[in-house]
């Protein structure tokens, strides 16, 4: 996303701590604010593979930022895409504000891995999602490759 | 160091890949040309302590860059601070460069954990460096905590 502001020092790049996802931009979304140059699109992840971040964005990078819906069928999130699914891994782990003093929980994060093909079948590939919530949807979603 | 450029977004950030480190901030280093905005400086990490950096760079940051000098005694590298000394952990990994197709080797990397304390009995602390060589002295580092 470095491509969007010229003149910058080799090495800068938009790499927002947890909480500054949380406590501004994913909260800006959720208010339907405007983002600063769309530093931060609306894809619906279940709608592509991972590996398509790369032509959307059209950066070599390694790491991307998207606001994501849940994909729901009736009650149940439905995961998968055309050519795979995103499996939860670990525990959610509960992310706190650093302000004001006190330490308040601001949100949670969900760690997923990308299988491709079917189901239980699918072959774990190098793809992660961090999905942070702060309750409601949209969610602030990082990728890591 | 975002401190340095004004009027960014929130959540940019100098960090550089490994090779933009190696193979443009070190070279540059190495050949004694001067580096946009002092984005590293050189600091002799065996005469501060590592939470001396928050100070030095003055940033509630998690994530600081410096050039180094190999600190000899006589043939042996010493690694001590006044208060502990930085222990290799793992092995030397291997840094290639991904340009003009091919891939050859542009430096290294060893990582070091800070230890509070004397020698064999020191305290194991969250402190990390990644001490990045192209061969020759000074080396660019990165730390984390």
């Not at 782990?93 to 299988?115: C, D, N, T």
Request: net charge positive; hydrophobic share 30%; with cysteine.
């Amino acid at each position: 996303m470095n491509a969007l502001i010229s003149g910058l020092p080799l090495g800068y790049r938009f790499r927002p701590t947890e909480e500054e996802l949380l406590d501004y931009y994913l909260k800006k979304r959720i208010a339907s604010e405007r983002i600063d140059m769309d530093l931060i699109r609306d894809i619906d992840l279940y709608k592509i593979e991972p590996w398509d971040l790369q032509e959307i964005y059209g950066e070599d990078a390694r790491e991307w930022y998207v606001f994501n819906k849940n994909n729901k069928k009736g009650s149940r999130i439905c995961r998968s895409t055309a050519g795979g699914y995103w499996k939860e891994t670990g525990k959610d782990k509960p992310i706190y504000s650093k302000q004001a003093g006190g330490r308040h929980q601001i949100g949670q994060r969900k760690i997923l891995v990308f299988y491709k093909g079917r189901s239980s079948k699918g072959q774990r590939s190098e793809w992660i999602m961090h999905e942070y919530r702060r309750g409601a949807t949209p969610q602030a979603t990082k990728f890591t490759l």
